[in-house]
């Protein structure tokens, strides 16, 4: 207990002991409610075949550990190479993304300039109209960007809702900063760089975040784009391991080629995905909160 | 909008309570000259062009990706006033008119998926969306730098799980066969139903979601908390404001503008409530409960290759999101915020 | 269950559901330009009635490998061990060594690609022709064609699943502008060129023929797609024996039923239970009249008896779930009876096999119900089809026949071996029953590509598993004698829109009512629907089609 409010500032009261007991309860209950679903999910891809086959599920309870199924995803070399392209496409997309975003949203942020109302509009529609799959589909085999990167970077690379979040962002910034700045001959480019973005660090992780996290997970741009596998996202290629035996006819007899007996349950594997896929994240989420700018927002006092 | 008096509001700067604005100036002046604020009083055309043409070239790379790989294919949608078939293309398929939309509008399956959508849509606004907040501000609460962390990042991650995942754990754990049925049925009570109750459906489905993405919710509003002048809060309590009253008068207004601005864009997108989440349980629940628009479209779509069908009831989300958003602002306007854009 | 979670395998899910209806409805045929609304949707369409077997090959059949326990009645023969020595099929004919793309679906892991995998650089050496795979994510295939096609950007050999042929709007016009025309490399004797396509049986020829043209070539499939499988050893360890008749299974059930030890009778076993009550698998036609599935008797007291079935809480309770896991239940005995693809049983084996040597499933025998016989669906005669790109030179797609050709070596043949396992010894060592079974490379690499690019008599081969070929051919052998044909079998049918359209509502409701959220007094209502919506325009459709083709 003491470790939790030695962190308390002076000036704040000291908590009653039933709203801690209160409070305390309920962030115990959301981290049990949460992480033991993670923990169902790690066990289950760390969990023998004989574990798996007498659960029929989810493995619950532990019984014996293996790690085969993260042996066999990671046994061909084609998952490494998975994991180099989204990382790839995650970088390059998330800095085109967001240096577009950044520079519409502060664009568009400064009250009473020329067309910001329409421009902002314009941008606000495509958050409300999609475009259908096989127009887009068209148009990007029409661009010649079928089988390239660009492909799946360019049709998501600017997400209105989060370029409108963005902006507010913005404005919500003290204004009087960069009026002054302009008053002493500073152009729109010196307000944003050295202005603007150092005091919204936090909302320009944020909306890194969101984009990087839209990235690393999309796959259905490869799917329609990205004919040539050896440029599949891991997303993709993980996608792969959960459908075997899935097929739709009993014809199409893929669990027939023949396995080696070492190979791991399918459940395993799916898990094993799922846990891939969540590694990145957990290293992710720490570096974005360092971001969180301290009193950019100035609010009024009281009311 | 000078009716922002109670609070607190975001970046309260020089000029206060100007009106249309929202608390904030306009243009401000450069070489000295005033800016226009509204349209209408401000300099000539030519004189806001070279004042801004910064701006604009800065909103030029965004337009012009979005120009390309957004408006251009959704003018696709056309299709919608065509019996479309892929092969033909826009150019080839025939035009209908609004038959499309007659048809659709004539399927009480519509209506009745319509109806769910809208009811699904109306729980998530009124028992999902302020969940975030909630926890956004009790896990900022939490003093230790470190348990804090640890918990914002742990919150976060039923995010990444996919609906299937989200899906099988539920009836893993609450399902006829699950963790609890067992160890209620093994005790002779009996076991739970909720996994396949329609009276429930909604019950479950909103649990999901809030399972899944309340903890990824947080990380905006988790943002905005951190931007709150720390110095509000001490002053407050100097004053002899309590834990709730800050709460009141700082906190809350302080995440106001985010808050308004999210709720109006889920306004906006009010009509998508989900696809996967609903057809994996549509066998559970019955489709009485669990269609949606999105699974009726996609039905319409894949069984008679109807891909008007898809496109119609796109437009007409987009228009109702459209009308949606544009009143929500419009309401904020009259509350004195922002929203998404100003007032002119 | 399955992850991670796409509409696509709900798709797959939703097509399994209107599986028996017939949402593939399948073929052989001409394409004449439909009904004359090719544009304008909605009309339905079928092929026109002509002679085929001009246009397809002729049938020699491949002699060299004999079958030990031969298949009856169009049952697929058994092999119950693998032969010592291979024989050589394909003989002298080769590829030219071009390069060739070939995009399939694949429902498995990503194997290194081209340049990366030894399997690759020895098959291709084997065939004289260098294949380089495109696979494509096999759940989500229909999007991906749909966007192929629309945008004309086959490769020079594509596979599709016939359901996906089926659910491509206008692909009987799309197929005579994007593939070769096959008829003059294959029609009649000249098809003897590629002895192992003769080889394949006619009706699944007869289904890739497009507009009078033969387009594509088949994947012949088993007589049968699913059947109930039951746990075989569980049951008799417990000293039952398994059903003969309905009542029985639900006796049985009963009996085996034990939700406190976590154990439930069935998974989902409704469309072997049209099949055991003797439904249609979508049209009877009788005395001039077509009725439908859900005009019958059969049909009605099929959902009769499943009512009864979830009433009695016979069902395990996650089969409500569309993600279901029902082959893991089957696997840990969770539940004892589900209804799977037939190829779900040898999955299994090589599932848990290696970790409980005494796990057996069988096929449930089959019966009908009330001294009748049942009634087993068979499947299509062709259930993929792969196609050539056109305008390419005359000895490219000779070339790309040579290819087909040696992938359509049936079992027993070293060609099989290599396309199926690769390099004895590298890819695959021969285990003490003389089975392959893959080296960790093999494990890594080896893939399906091949066996996807081309079709081959269906048989029983997997006898590296316990009984497996004893048991399944024997079922087979006395199944058979209850497969039904389909009037349309053999007719390339695309379904009016207004009749698909109102099939969904009939079976929402009907699920309704088999899990007793609505009484089965709701079946005349839903059924008066579905006539009213499309029932009968379908009646009327599928009339003209049977006149056109004079089997009426």
């Known amino acids: 207990m003491s470790t939790l409010f030695k962190d308390r500032p002076v000036w704040a009261e000291r908590p009653s002991l039933p709203s801690r ?33 007498a659960a029929g599920g989810l493995v619950l309870v532990p019984d014996g ?239 | 909008m000078t009716d922002r008096t109670g609070g607190a509001a975001t970046a309260v700067a020089p000029s206060p309570g100007d009106g249309g604005d929202g608390g904030r100036t306009a243009r401000g002046p450069r070489r000295g000259s005033g800016r226009g604020r509204g349209t209408g009083r401000g300099p000539s055309f030519g004189a806001r062009l070279r004042r801004d043409w910064q701006l604009l070239l800065m909103a030029l790379p965004a337009l012009v990706l979005l120009a390309v790989f957004h408006y251009a294919p959704t003018l696709g949608n056309v299709i919608a006033f065509q019996n479309y078939n892929p092969w033909d293309g826009v150019a080839g398929s025939p035009w209908v008119g609004f038959a499309q939309f007659e048809r659709l509008f004539s399927d009480p399956r519509f209506w009745s998926a319509a109806g769910n959508t809208l009811t699904i849509a109306a729980v998530q606004l009124v028992f999902f969306f302020p969940i975030p907040i909630a926890l956004a501000i009790l896990l900022d609460s939490v003093l230790s730098p470190r348990l804090r962390l640890l918990l914002q990042s742990v919150v976060y991650m039923p995010h990444f799980f996919s609906w299937v995942l989200v899906v099988t754990l539920f009836q893993q754990i609450l399902g006829g066969a699950g963790l609890f049925s067992q160890m209620l049925r093994q005790n002779g009570y009996a076991p739970l139903e909720i996994m396949s109750d329609p009276d429930a459906f909604l019950f479950v489905v909103t649990s999901q979601m809030i399972w899944k993405d309340a903890g990824w919710g947080t990380i905006i509003f988790l943002a905005a908390l951190a931007a709150i002048n720390p110095n509000l809060y001490e002053s407050a309590a100097v004053d002899g404001a309590g834990r709730w009253r800050r709460m009141w008068h700082i906190t809350l207004p302080g995440l106001r503008p985010v808050i308004i601005l999210l709720l109006i864009l889920k306004l906006g997108d009010i009509l998508n409530v989900g696809f996967e989440q609903f057809f994996l349980q549509r066998d559970a629940f019955g489709s009485g409960v669990s269609e949606v628009l999105d699974t009726y479209i996609y039905h319409q779509t894949l069984v008679t290759g109807n891909f008007s069908a898809g496109a119609v009831a796109g437009l007409v989300k987009g228009v109702v999101g459209l009308v949606l958003i544009l009143v929500a602002n419009k309401m904020a306007h009259r509350m004195g915020e922002n929203g998404i854009y100003r007032r002119a | ?325 029902s082959k893991e239940l089957l696997n840990s005995g969770q539940i004892l009876f589900a209804q799977d693809g037939l190829g779900g049983w040898h999955e299994a084996y090589s599932q848990v096999l290696g970790d409980n040597p005494d796990f057996r499933l069988d096929l449930m025998p089959a019966f009908g119900q009330g001294g009748n016989d049942p009634v087993l669906h068979r499947n299509d005669p062709s259930t993929q089809s792969v196609f050539i790109r056109k305008d390419m030179e005359p000895e490219q797609i000779e070339e790309i026949l040579a290819v087909v050709n040696f992938c359509a070596a049936p079992f027993g043949t070293q060609e099989y071996m290599d396309y199926r396992y690769g390099e004895e010894g590298v890819h695959h060592e021969r285990n003490e029953h003389g089975a392959p079974e893959l080296t960790d490379l093999g494990n890594s690499e080896v893939n399906d590509g091949y066996y996807f690019i081309s079709g081959r008599p269906s048989a029983i081969t997997e006898s590296q598993y316990p009984d497996f070929v004893d048991w399944k051919t024997a079922w087979y052998n006395d199944a058979i004698a209850y497969a039904e044909d389909d009037p349309f079998a053999g007719i390339r049918i695309q379904r009016p829109e207004r009749f698909s359209a109102a099939e969904l509502p009939l079976t929402d409701q009907v699920e309704n009512i088999i899990r007793g959220r609505e009484d089965l007094s709701e079946l005349d209502t839903v059924i008066d629907d579905w006539r009213r919506d499309g029932g009968e325009e379908g009646r009327e459709f599928y009339l003209e089609v049977l006149q056109e083709h004079g089997r009426d």
């Open chain 3, 1 to 325: 269950m399955s992850l991670p979670p796409t509409p696509a395998h709900s798709r797959r899910r939703f097509l399994g559901l209107m599986g028996a209806t017939g949402a593939t409805a399948l073929s052989a045929g001409l394409l004449s330009g439909c009904s004359g609304d090719a544009g304008t949707g909605g009309g339905g369409s079928a092929s026109s009635a002509t002679d085929l077997d001009d246009l397809i090959p002729t049938f020699r059949a491949f002699e060299a490998v004999v079958p030990d326990i031969p298949g009856v009645g169009g049952a697929p023969d058994g092999f119950t061990a693998y032969p010592d020595a291979f024989v050589r099929a394909a003989g002298e004919v080769r590829g030219a060594g071009g390069h060739y793309t070939a995009m399939t679906p694949m429902w498995g892991p990503l194997p290194p690609g081209l340049g990366n995998n030894s399997f690759y650089d020895y098959v291709n050496e084997r065939i004289g022709t260098t294949v380089e795979f495109n696979f494509q994510d096999g759940n989500t295939i229909i999007d991906k064609m749909n966007a192929v096609v629309a945008g004309r950007d086959v490769s020079d050999i594509t596979m599709f699943p016939d359901w996906v042929i089926n659910l491509i709007p206008q692909f009987n016009r799309a197929v005579g502008e994007l593939f070769e025309d096959l008829t003059p490399y294959l029609a009649g004797d000249a098809a003897l060129a590629y002895p192992l396509l003769a080889n394949l049986d006619s009706d699944a020829w007869r289904a890739n023929v497009f507009n009078e043209r033969l387009q594509g070539i088949p994947w012949p499939s088993e007589p049968f797609s699913n059947w109930v499988l039951y746990r075989r050893d569980i049951l008799e360890e417990l000293g039952l024996a398994a059903p003969t008749s309905a009542d029985e299974l639900f006796e049985l059930g009963e009996e085996l039923n034990d939700p406190d030890n976590n154990r439930w009778a069935f998974g989902d076993i409704t469309l072997s239970a049209r099949q055991i009550f003797g439904a249609p698998r979508q049209w009877r036609y009788e005395n001039g009249e077509l009725t439908h599935m859900f005009e019958t008797e059969e049909w009605r007291a099929s959902v009769e008896y499943m009512r009864r079935v979830f009433d009695a809480g016979l069902i395990h309770p996650d089969m409500v779930s569309q993600g279901d896991n």
């Open chain 1, 65 to 303: 550990l293996s790690f085969q199924a993260y042996a066999d995803l990671f046994g061909g070399g084609v998952v490494s190479r998975a994991v180099l392209v989204s990382l790839g496409v995650t970088l390059v997309g998330t800095l085109v993304s967001l240096g577009a975003t950044i520079l519409a949203a502060y664009g568009l942020s400064q009250p009473g300039s020329l067309w910001h109302r329409p421009i902002l509009f314009a941008f606000l529609l495509t958050f409300l109209f999609a475009p259908g799959m096989i127009p887009l589909y068209l148009l990007v085999s029409d661009l010649g960007l079928i089988d390239s990167y660009w492909s799946l970077i360019l049709p998501t690379a600017v997400n209105a809702f989060n370029l409108v979040v963005m902006r507010a962002f913005f404005m919500n910034l003290p204004g009087e900063i960069s009026d002054s700045a302009r008053v002493d001959g500073a152009n729109e480019w010196t307000i944003l760089t050295r202005l603007v973005l150092p005091m919204s660090k936090g909302v320009t992780a944020v909306i890194g975040l969101f984009y990087a996290v839209g990235y690393w997970n999309a796959f259905f741009n490869a799917i329609l784009y990205i004919n040539d596998n050896a440029k599949w996202p891991l997303q993709l290629v993980l996608r792969q391991y959960v459908q075997q035996g899935q097929q739709l006819s009993s014809n199409s007899v893929v669990g027939d080629a023949v396995q080696g007996t070492a190979s791991a349950p399918n459940l395993a594997i799916q898990m094993a995905i799922v846990v891939v896929a969540l590694v990145p994240v957990t290293f992710i989420y720490p570096l974005v909160q360092k971001h969180f700018t301290k009193g950019v927002i100035i609010g009024a006092v009281k009311g």
């Open chain 1, 21 to 53: 007991l209160a409070k305390n309860t309920v962030l115990a209950g959301i981290a049990v409610v949460v992480v033991f679903p993670l923990y169902v999910v790690v066990l289950t891809s760390l969990s023998p075949a004989s574990a798996v086959n």
